[in-house]
């Protein structure tokens, strides 16, 4: 089934394509903007942007939001991650976990899904921690200074194959692909 | 006149308050919300506000939106200074400036008045630095760390009524005042 994917992010595009592609959807990336609130939940942005694409957009259309929650910083950057990523870049949030002892955090990816006119939420959770130095090139945003639990490299130093099995987004996206085939809208011969 | 003050600020509505009753205005304090957007500047977040409102209020009405830039963090926390100061605090500031010679910053407030079915926009700025230790308990927000220029008190540390002739927030009404004057919508016999 050809999907619409909402997002300026040549990294996401990327990520997301690699995961619903060989499962037979065609992904046609939609690089449109839509308000973006500010709010404290990945959620809520997302519900706003479905609401508002929804009578712009042709069925089925994706949209996502995604962030890092730094728990000793109260969840900082949260959904604000984008901006804080352009603004103080990773070396900021380094800086500001100078000196504290739980560097404890999660990536966090809710994907919103429009299909015949029904919503779908899709959430993806990856706790981890927040290293000292940035490891890897491959990835974006937080990837270099983010280890997941139980792994010893970070996003930035995995392949995306196995990136999209532990992300965030990979979940959120495998959790939308499942729905996709339950619904019968197979890729394949759909 | 009656005008209604749409925040869910206590500080806020105190300050503007102080700056327009003198002058014979009527402050109605509105405790609802709208959407914030999550956009590069201020007019943006106000004029996206000032759309959502009209309908749902009788003119005339005022949104307002304010917020700390710091020059050496490339405008941060900018547009989210409310929710950086929640998370962060003015302490997450400070750790961020550590080692920056560069400590100018500035504070910008945007007023938007729908009046009459018309919107007015009106800006305010005062430059200033970034003090390394927290004076004064006035005020609110990042105000106990921003020294305005050509004086060397805080923000905290000034009576409102000589904060409200410098500050950003107090230029920015000050001028909505003098609008609502010239357009003959003054307050006594009004």
Redesign the interface.
């Known amino acids: 089934m050809k999907i619409r994917f909402v997002t300026s992010n040549d990294g996401k595009a990327r990520e997301v394509g690699a995961m619903l592609e060989p499962l037979g959807h065609e992904v046609e990336r939609v690089n449109t903007t839509y308000?973006?609130?500010?709010?404290d939940t990945l959620e809520a942005?997302v519900n706003?942007g479905l609401d508002w694409l929804s009578a712009k957009l042709e069925h089925p259309f994706i949209v996502d939001d995604s962030g890092l929650f730094v728990h000793s910083?109260?969840?900082?950057p949260?959904?604000?991650s984008a901006?804080?990523y352009?603004?103080?870049g990773y070396e900021?949030v380094l800086?500001?976990l100078?000196g504290k002892e739980d560097r404890s955090a999660r990536f966090e990816c809710c994907a919103g899904l429009m299909l015949d006119g029904k919503r779908h939420i899709f959430t993806g959770v990856t706790e981890g921690s927040i290293i000292e130095k940035p490891r890897g090139s491959d990835g974006f945003g937080f990837d270099p200074v983010f280890v997941p639990s139980g792994t010893s490299q970070t996003f930035a130093e995995m392949p995306l194959e196995i990136k999209n099995r532990i992300s965030h987004r990979g979940r959120a996206f495998s959790a939308l692909a499942s729905h996709l085939n339950q619904e019968g809208h197979s890729g394949r011969g759909d």
């Open positions: 308000p973006e609130l500010q709010v942005v706003y910083l109260k969840g900082f949260g959904v604000y901006y804080v352009k603004t103080l900021g800086k500001l100078e």
